[in-house]
């Protein structure tokens, strides 16, 4: 093991390539993991439903694949951790509620079908907040991830035990889901990359509606070049989900790094003052346009009017909540917890026309970001407006000073993108003055995700503190 080409701390794409060339087995690899998991998340609470048995027969059948000669998918002999909001045959799934505490699945949902044809060895499910519901994960059945950087904070959410897994090095690679910054915000928290698809691009199967389009599902993982891969085996049309992009995954492989000169940059902390952000972060999104500029991109201080979002989003969440959960709630109105139940007992009264209204305006957000993309390539803001906060709250309770009225109030920065329907990554850029990882978000036109992967690689490049 100590001559081991690969540590847990490696890139995803040198371990498979390892495992390719019989350079390291996928018994071998998975043992690493395992004693990675063993040292770090009896304290971090990442990982879930950890089934050691089935793992190592999962990584033998890996390594018996190759030895037969084998085609082999891009994720072979990958340890990884699915999400515990999305189903796997046989494993465990519980949403974090204890209403799903021993709920098992008996079929892969899509996005974990293509991750297990890929090759990826099951070892267990990631952390999340119950019913996925806040970027902070704590539950009743598993209670809270911590924060690898610092365990006294926050992992974020609702893909917060993926972010901690993979920034602790227990897992290569990890998917998410995001609907108000899911994949975005335990990100920025935990030091790693997670990207919000644009719409379309990552389908989902099975859902209760199809035509339900603020939650996505996407890739993170511990830089831009890992994280493509993992989009390239997510990604891609299916028949059963309708509003799949055409584009073939594999287009997603490799993302080059864009070139920054010229680049068309729109940097702001604030969206115009839409929302508060502390000063630290904001100091990281400042020092991210300054670096930008050095390199001789083009940065301005602008951004799209995106007034609508608020009421957009939150109409548009409720009613959602409401329609999944609405029925739940009833039956079990003390098995939510109290932020979640309100949530969706705010989606009780609104009327077809409040609906209606919500979706008038996000058409009309889309519009704008699609004028604004003529001008800019990219828009660069924050990820979340706080670092990490204790991780014995639910939710910031004020940002500079300023007060948080409820747990969704200080993730504008997230959802106000999520209803313009274009893809967004969160990409390591800083730390703050106690060492708490800071990322920023950027965001590309509907459908440019293979764009903004290059750019992301760029910037990646520049401004993280642990490119190269």
Excluded at 162 to 191: I, K, Q, Y
Excluded at 241 to 254: E, I, R, V
Aim: with cysteine; hydrophobic share 40%; aromatic share 6%.
């Amino acid at each position: 093991m100590s001559s081991s080409p690969v540590s847990v701390d490696s890139t995803a794409r040198s371990m498979a390539a390892a495992v390719r060339e019989r350079e390291i087995s996928a018994r071998e690899l998975l043992d690493l993991h395992l004693e990675r998991i063993a040292e770090r998340n009896p304290q971090l609470n990442a990982v879930v439903s950890l089934d050691e048995e089935r793992a190592r027969a999962g990584a033998a059948a890996a390594d018996e694949a190759l030895a037969r000669g084998e085609r082999v998918g891009p994720l072979h002999g990958l340890p990884f951790a699915f999400k515990d909001t999305h189903a796997v045959g046989g494993w465990r799934t519980t949403y974090g509620s204890t209403l799903r505490a021993d709920h098992v699945p008996d079929a892969d949902e899509l996005i974990v079908e293509r991750v297990r044809r890929a090759g990826a060895v099951t070892v267990g499910k990631t952390n999340v907040p119950e019913f996925a519901a806040g970027s902070h994960t704590f539950n009743k059945v598993f209670g809270t991830t911590l924060n690898p950087v610092d365990p006294s904070r926050s992992a974020g959410g609702s893909s917060g035990g993926a972010a901690c897994a993979l920034a602790a090095g227990m897992v290569p690679l990890a998917d998410g889901s995001d609907m108000g910054g899911s994949l975005r915000n335990p990100a920025s928290f935990c030091g790693v990359v997670g990207m919000r698809p644009s719409l379309g691009r990552v389908p989902e199967w099975p859902l209760y509606n199809q035509w339900e389009t603020t939650s996505v599902g996407g890739p993170m993982a511990r830089n831009v070049a890992d994280l493509a891969l993992l989009l390239s085996v997510m990604a891609g049309p299916d028949p059963r989900a309708p509003h799949a992009l055409g584009d073939a995954g594999s287009s997603f492989a490799d993302p080059q790094p864009a070139t920054l000169g010229g680049l068309r940059v729109a940097l702001s902390t604030d969206l115009g003052g839409a929302f508060e952000v502390d000063h630290e972060v904001a100091g990281v999104v400042e020092a991210t346009g300054r670096a930008l500029a050095g390199a001789g991109a083009s940065v301005a201080g602008e951004h799209p009017d995106l007034g609508l979002a608020e009421d957009t989003f939150r109409t548009l969440r409720a009613w959602h909540f409401q329609a999944k959960l609405g029925a739940l709630l009833a039956e079990h109105p003390e098995a939510f917890k109290p932020s979640l139940a309100d949530n969706i007992r705010a989606g009780e009264s609104l009327t077809g026309a409040d609906v209606a209204r919500a979706y008038t305006q996000r058409t009309a957000l889309s519009e704008t970001m699609r004028e604004f993309f003529t001008a800019y390539d990219v828009l660069v803001l924050p990820v979340s407006q706080v670092p990490p906060f204790p991780a014995d709250q639910e939710f910031p309770s004020a940002i500079n000073g300023k007060p948080m009225e409820t747990y969704l109030d200080w993730m504008r920065s997230a959802y106000f993108i999520t209803v313009t329907g274009c893809p967004a990554i969160s990409i390591p850029a800083g730390r703050t003055r106690d060492g708490l990882p800071v990322g920023v978000q950027l965001v590309a036109p509907h459908g440019a995700d293979l764009r903004l992967l290059e750019v992301a690689r760029a910037v990646e490049a520049l401004v993280s503190p642990t490119a190269g």
